[in-house]
Structures are given as C-alpha cells and as structure tokens.
C-alpha cells in the first residue's frame, strides 16, 4: 500500500491557554510533526532559532511573502508570524500529521487554500485562569497581558468556525482529546477512499 499524505491540522486558541505544552506531549505519539513558523519578534528567554521559530527580521519577512513562500501569515501584536510553504509540504509527504499551532487570522487563510485542513481551537477554562497562565509566564508586561486577554475575548467566538474546540483544563484530558480527533478524521471517508481502491484494485 501507498504511503498516505498526513493530515494537516491548524491548532489556535488564546495565547496563555497552553497549545505548546499541548503540542509537546501530542508529539509523542509519534505520527506528528510541528511546523516552525517564522516571526519578527524577539525570541523569549530559553527559546532557540529554528527550533521554536525562525526568527527573521521584518524585511526578510516580506520578501518571503512578496515569493508566496508562506501558506500563511499574519500580524499580531506588532510582529510578523507565517508558515513556511515548503516544510509543510515536505513532512506531510513523509505521511506525517504535520500541526500548525498559528493565530485565527492565519487559520482562515489555511482553509482558503487548503480545503483538506483540520481547523482546532483549544480555549481555557475561564478568561481569569487564562490571565493567571500569562501572569505566571512570566514574560510580558502588565498591559502585554491585558491585550492578549482582550484579543482572547475578541477571538473566542470564532471558535465556532473551527471543526473541534478542545478545553484545556487538565493537560491529559485536552491531549487524549486530540488523539481522538486524529482517529475520527482518519476514518473518514475522505481519508479512506485511496485504501478502498487499492484493495478494489488486487
């Protein structure tokens, strides 16, 4: 049997709510593979290039997008992040699950020009518990922090636009979640059909 392309799977939700914790143990499984986007801002205390994100300046950043070498891309508070066209499209022919952990604005722009995305949005269990992660993170100001909630607020009710909300409450509990989602969408028939025809086809 064929090697089957992977699914490619836009995860957002508010900054704070936990998506990189989330990520790390769902790449256990595995079967999946992140995307390093690239972004203008300054990299955080602990971060490494390449590793958590391409970190460019802002006029690399437009070249990039003036060669459509992005799938995506967007501004959000001040700085550029997009994901890199051609690491997408390699891992996902390696029958890899390849996850994009990017911003809602960039997650529409996936579905416009991949039809085939799973869009997932994780969310926290209240907006003060979401205040409480960032202030525990410990790397922004106090009016960082107050923007990032206020565009929590603003960005929650598309939630309803995505195909699956997960809460991320219990850590587990949101990572089990996710698994189950990768089953639900790899028996779908869309998925399936290629198998259906090669077993036709003996």
């Not at 143990?25 to 992140?34: F, N, P, Y």
């Not at 565009?151 to 939630?159: F, I, K, S």
């Not at 997960?166 to 990768?182: K, P, R, T, Y």
């Amino acid at each position: 049997m064929s090697e089957k392309k992977g699914l490619l799977i836009v995860l957002s939700g508010p900054s704070g709510c936990g998506k990189g914790t989330m990520v790390a143990e769902i790449l256990k499984r595995g079967d999946c593979a992140v995307s390093v986007s690239a972004t203008t801002r300054a990299p955080r205390e602990g971060e490494t290039d390449h590793v958590h994100y391409h970190f460019i300046s802002r006029e690399e950043f437009e070249r990039r997008i003036a060669e459509d070498g992005f799938l995506e891309h967007a501004q959000y508070v001040g700085n550029y992040y997009g994901t890199p066209r051609k690491e997408v499209e390699e891992m996902r022919a390696q029958g890899k699950h390849v996850i994009l952990e990017i911003e809602v604005q960039g997650a529409f722009q996936i579905r416009e020009k991949c039809p085939d995305a799973i869009l997932v949005f994780t969310i926290p269990p209240t907006l003060d518990e979401l205040r409480r992660r960032l202030h525990k993170r410990g790397t922004e100001t106090e009016e960082v922090i107050e923007q990032r909630v206020a565009r929590a607020a603003e960005e929650l009710p598309l939630a309803k636009q995505y195909d699956y909300i997960i809460l991320n409450d219990d850590l587990q509990d949101a990572v089990d979640d996710f698994g189950a989602m990768i089953r639900a969408e790899m028996l779908k028939p869309a998925y399936q059909t290629e198998r259906i025809g090669e077993m036709l086809s003996c």
